[in-house]
């Protein structure tokens, strides 16, 4: 089977990363993965902040819960939306047109990315909650989200901690129309 096709039928959400750092040429190139993602008319109107400092992570994990709990969400009491991933990866984009399916090819091809040089990832939406927590000028200025974009969506990765199983797949979802 193809390499690429395997990578995409064998990725799974990881829930859980050994304490090691991912090296930083193998960083560079899962987010140059994100950064060549198809964009509407090529705009590529995104922006990339990589978090590897531990106390950040931990940091933006901590707000997201408290605005989870500010809004009546009960998460887990040691919940950790990160899953202690050594790496985080924001995408904010400038909110126009097509920029939710810009951001998910980019964020798709970072997982494949990290999948195919061996690393796990799970993509995260909780972070939206950092913003029922804190200001949103203070919420942007820590993570580097540019004047005139929003914040979008994340994804942790690093070596993985578990091999899950695939989850069975719906049946009946498909219609071709020859």
């Known amino acids: 089977m193809n390499k690429t096709i395997e990578d995409i039928l064998n990725r799974r959400s990881i829930r859980a990363y050994l304490d ?18 198809p964009s509407a008319k090529n705009r590529q109107d995104w922006h990339f902040t990589v978090i590897t400092n531990k106390e950040t992570i931990d940091q933006l994990s901590a707000m997201a819960v408290v605005g989870m709990k500010r809004i009546g969400l009960e998460p887990k009491e040691d919940a950790h939306i990160f899953y202690h991933a050594p790496v985080v990866i924001i995408i904010s ?16 091809n970072i997982a494949l990315a990290a999948k195919a040089l061996g690393y796990g990832s799970c993509i995260v939406g ?53």
């Open 20 to 37: 090691k750092p991912v090296p930083e040429d193998d960083l560079k190139t899962i987010v140059k993965a994100g950064i060549y993602a």
């Open 93 to 108: 984009s400038k909110i126009a047109g097509f920029s939710s399916v810009n951001v998910g090819c980019a964020i798709e």
């Open 126 to 178: 909780q972070t939206r909650y950092m913003y029922h927590k804190a200001n949103k000028i203070d919420v942007d200025k820590l993570i580097k989200i540019p004047e005139g974009y929003e914040h979008d969506v994340a994804i942790c990765l690093g070596y993985p901690n578990e091999e899950p199983e695939a989850k069975p797949r719906k049946e009946n979802i498909v219609d071709y129309i020859l």
